[in-house]
């Protein structure tokens, strides 16, 4: 069975401050994995995906990920904080059976200081 | 950009009553998906589907759920008889053709509140 870790329920960062949200997983064969971003009192919005064709990918609002096989993590970076940044976070595995479910980490809530 | 959409955004039901979850899914997408997120806990799946039946579910997904595409563009999520424990957010995705590398997008959500 596939998993998802986030370390850290809780990131605090200074606007303008590296953004660093953690994510290992535990797939028994090549995954593809997801970030998405929470904003209160909406779904779930995609901000990349990691499908093997690249190992560092780019997504919205200035996010990558770089997905690293031999830690079996994809960890999430923004090299600068804004404000408009604080939400939750939900890093996101799928493997290639009949029904694709999404299993989820268990979420990481950034908060942006001024 | 066309979205999901998911109605109503708040139901408020008693225990044990029916309830059905609606979701419009993007119009050109074939796989469809529930999910829930009880307050403070993960994102949960519940059941997949796929060309008029179920391809995959949960153990939460026992025999008080039931899904359905009743036309061309609904796609329901009914809990027959509701619990306490029921009480979550539920939210609709759905992708387009293609492997499992094609991203789920997902709606806004159903806030339940069962009393």
């Known amino acids: 069975a596939q998993s998802v870790t986030q370390l850290g329920s809780h990131v605090s960062v200074s606007e303008g401050a590296l953004v660093l949200l953690r994510c290992n997983y535990s797939?028994?064969?090549?995954?593809?994995l997801f970030w998405y971003v929470q904003y209160p009192n909406q779904g779930l919005q995609l901000l990349l995906k990691?499908?093997?064709?690249?190992?560092l990918v780019k997504g919205i609002n200035g996010f990558e990920a770089e997905f690293k096989k031999s830690e079996t993590s994809f960890h999430l970076t923004k090299p600068s904080a804004h404000m408009s940044d604080a939400a939750e976070y939900f890093c996101a595995v799928s493997q290639n059976n009949a029904g694709n479910m999404l299993t989820f980490g268990g979420g990481t809530r950034l908060m942006v200081k001024p | 950009e066309p979205e999901v959409t998911q109605t109503p955004s708040h139901q408020v039901t008693q225990m044990g009553q029916e309830v059905i979850l609606r979701c419009v899914p993007i119009s050109n997408h074939l796989y469809f998906y529930w999910y829930r997120q009880i307050l403070g806990q993960k994102v949960e799946f519940l059941v997949s589907?796929?060309?008029?039946?179920?391809?995959?579910k949960s153990e939460i997904f026992d025999d008080q759920f039931s899904v359905e595409r009743p036309d061309g563009s609904n796609f329901t999520l009914k809990i027959r008889s509701t619990k306490l424990e029921d009480s979550a957010m539920y939210f609709c995705?759905?992708?387009?053709?293609?492997?499992?590398?094609?991203?789920?997008?997902f709606g806004d959500g159903t806030r339940l509140s069962i009393l």
């Open positions: 990691y499908t093997s064709a690249a190992t």
């Open positions: 995705a759905s992708r387009e053709q293609g492997g499992s590398n094609q991203p789920q997008h």
């Open positions: 797939s028994s064969v090549p995954p593809y």
């Open positions: 589907f796929y060309n008029n039946e179920i391809s995959e």
